[in-house]
């Protein structure tokens, strides 16, 4: 009889047999979530022998959630996931002209999933355009609530901006011209403070040497410079016996990490997406605000094959949303022709975030050694000599062949 997941004191506490909750997704989200679903189960009921099963519980957002209530994003789908703690999305559309922004900025926004969390690394087999995507190892951290998502825009020419101007220019000396748009972006104390807890928390865990925080805090002073600073002092509140500065480093070490202690060090927005290309190897956790770990996550998961093959998870303090990064790409829907990679992946991330890492790791192990073959979906296909293009279903099929192989 399955059991939903718990919080037991700072932790999840997870059946064998649990509640996860799925939203389908939009376009092609139905086809990658089948074929998602399959190499889960089917590794699950291998490797554990029948001691563990998953319990899926299909929620609703979306084009299917629209037909079916009315809403693009039910109050109670929203209600279910905090309910079942942990849950699985496919790709989901952009209402036009609805109430709602973002299906996917709501779900962050309203289940306060603060951090955007998107590791990188290289599969052997996928086609890249570096030379050693292999030195690619990487986990961004990306502020999911502040920032430009949380961003007030007045449009040029309007009664809103003209008083904006007018007060900046009066009151605080601002120049500005009289045909601007104008934006305001918050970043607080708090949630900077709290994505970087988690990026170092993640680091400790996972055996990384160092966190890196991204920023445009030498023209930004007081948004995204604080959130630097903020970061630092973060790390000695919380942190102190674990953690040193890059400074630290070279005034009290002479350079040398010492054993057991993580670096946490900062790096301008602009030479980062430089030093990502040309030194990859030195950078495991990095930590962003919003706007900048949007641009970094895609360009980085460029460098490993693209967002096809791109996992993601938007999480809180326990409540977490597995997803597939990219889009619903419905010129592609209902043909059973896209790579549930991406997807997938994201679902090695949930395997893991609820301790079935072993489950992880055998997929990924599988999916490695089936795209190592040639047998891939028509994205990979077109881009490797001698490969055998398979449909959805079928590269799923293959990955589970491949499990004890």
């Not at 599969?123 to 951290?141: L, R």
């Not at 996992?311 to 303090?317: S, V």
């Not at 990679?341 to 997929?363: D, K, N, Q, V």
Request: hydrophobic share 40%.
């Amino acid at each position: 009889m399955a059991e939903k997941i718990t919080v037991i004191g700072n932790k999840l506490a997870v059946p064998d047999n649990p509640f996860i909750a799925f939203i389908e997704g939009d376009g092609t989200g139905p086809d990658i979530w089948k074929a998602t679903r399959f190499v889960i189960d089917e590794t699950v009921a291998k490797l554990y022998s029948g001691g563990r099963k998953i319990e899926w519980v299909e929620v609703l957002a979306g084009e299917k959630a629209y037909k079916k209530t009315g809403e693009w994003l039910p109050e109670e789908t929203l209600r279910k996931i905090k309910e079942y703690i942990v849950a699985i999305k496919g790709p989901l559309t952009t209402p036009v002209g609805g109430g709602i922004r973002s299906l996917n900025v709501s779900l962050r926004q309203k289940l306060d999933l603060f951090a955007c969390v998107r590791p990188v690394r290289h599969y052997k087999g996928v086609p890249s355009p570096v030379k050693e995507p292999d030195k690619i190892n990487m986990v961004i951290f990306r502020e999911n609530t502040e920032d430009v998502y949380a961003g007030i825009e007045w449009q040029e020419g309007s009664q809103e901006a003209k008083k904006v101007i007018d007060f900046l220019k009066a009151q605080l000396g601002s120049s500005i011209r009289e045909d601007s748009g104008i934006g305001i972006k918050p970043m607080s104390e708090f949630c900077s403070k709290r994505i970087v807890k988690k990026a170092i928390e993640h680091a400790l865990k996972n055996g990384f040497k160092s966190v890196t925080m991204m920023h445009k805090g030498n023209i930004q002073k007081f948004t995204e410079g604080a959130f630097r600073k903020w970061g630092y002092e973060l790390a000695k509140e919380d942190f102190p016996d674990c953690v040193i500065s890059e400074d630290e480093l070279w005034e009290k070490h002479g350079g040398k990490q010492p054993e057991g202690k993580i670096v946490l060090k900062d790096r301008i927005a602009d030479i980062m997406f430089q030093l990502v290309l040309l030194r990859p190897s030195e950078f495991g956790v990095i930590v962003t605000p919003n706007l900048n770990g949007d641009y970094l996550s895609d360009a980085v998961a460029a460098q490993v094959g693209g967002i096809g093959m791109a996992p993601g998870a938007n999480m809180g303090d326990f409540v977490a949303i597995f997803e597939a990064t990219h889009g619903t790409a419905p010129k592609y829907a209902n043909q059973d022709k896209v790579n549930p990679g991406s997807l997938l992946l994201s679902a090695c991330m949930m395997l893991e975030y609820i301790g079935w890492s072993e489950a992880s790791e055998s997929i990924k192990k599988a999916m490695e050694k089936t795209i190592s073959s040639g047998k891939v979906t028509y994205d990979l296909a077109r881009q490797l000599k001698n490969s055998v293009e398979l449909k959805t279903t079928r590269f799923a099929e293959e990955i589970v062949r491949n499990l004890d192989s």
